[in-house]
């Protein structure tokens, strides 16, 4: 089977930096993605990692290391509209399956 | 385009009774999905669909089904609802291959009473 795990809650200020960790154990998959989810809303995609490396959307970055079984999410200027549920998914066979999700509180 | 609609947005049951969970998506995507949200949990994928008249199980399909007649609509049929199926329900699509966006719809909160 496949597992995820993520910290439960992350908190930082306006205008931090914080990294969002996602480790994982799978026996393959094409890539990991990131979802946002705001309060009482649907998950919104953020970015996905086929390769490798380091994807960069805005303020927002991806990281993947399939050797080490890890991933990260780095949100950089954090604004308090950030303040969501961050996901990571691995992507396998047609199937995403979700990480049990990070709480982000970003306070003033 | 309206994207991803899902109805009803709110529905409660008695234990016991069935319905359908509507989803429909104008983006002419090929794989479509069914996830269900508990509380303060991740989302499990009950069961999917890579095109019309294909649809294979999830993580949790015991309790559901599904079929895909149409690309644009991917119905969740529970058959005879129980405690344990209340749950926020987000039906979800994307294209096949590419960078693996799926677009949610804005979910169904059900209750089984």
């Known amino acids: 089977g496949q597992s995820l795990e993520q910290p439960s809650e992350v908190t930082a200020v306006e205008g931090a930096i914080v990294q969002i960790n996602c480790t994982y154990q799978t026996s393959g998959f094409y890539g990991l993605s990131w979802y946002q989810q705001h309060d009482g809303g649907a998950p919104t995609f953020l970015s996905y990692?086929?390769?490798?490396g380091l994807e960069e959307t805005g303020r927002f970055s991806s990281f993947l290391s399939r050797s080490d079984s890890y991933g990260y999410l780095l949100l950089q200027e954090l604004q308090m509209k950030d303040s969501a549920s961050y996901f990571c998914?691995?992507?396998?066979?047609?199937?995403?399956?979700f990480g049990t999700g990070t709480r982000l509180q970003v306070f003033p | 385009n309206a994207g991803v609609t899902q109805t009803p947005k709110f529905q409660v049951l008695k234990t016991g009774q069935s319905m359908t969970l509507q989803c429909a998506q104008d983006?002419?995507?090929?794989?479509m999905s069914w996830y269900r949200q508990d509380p303060g949990m991740g989302l499990r994928l009950i069961h999917y669909?890579?095109?019309?008249?294909?649809?294979d199980q999830g993580e949790v399909p015991n309790g559901y089904n599904v079929s895909r007649s149409t690309t644009e609509d991917f119905p969740l049929r529970l058959l005879s609802a129980a405690p344990s199926q209340t749950s926020v329900y987000f039906c979800?699509?994307?294209?096949?291959?590419?960078?693996?966006?799926?677009?949610f719809g804005p979910g169904t909160r059900l209750t089984v009473l």
């Open positions: 990692n086929a390769l490798d």
């Open positions: 998914a691995l992507y396998n066979t047609d199937k995403l399956i």
């Open positions: 979800a699509s994307k294209t096949s291959g590419g960078a693996n966006e799926q677009f």
């Open positions: 669909s890579v095109g019309a008249g294909i649809t």
């Open positions: 983006m002419n995507h090929e794989y």
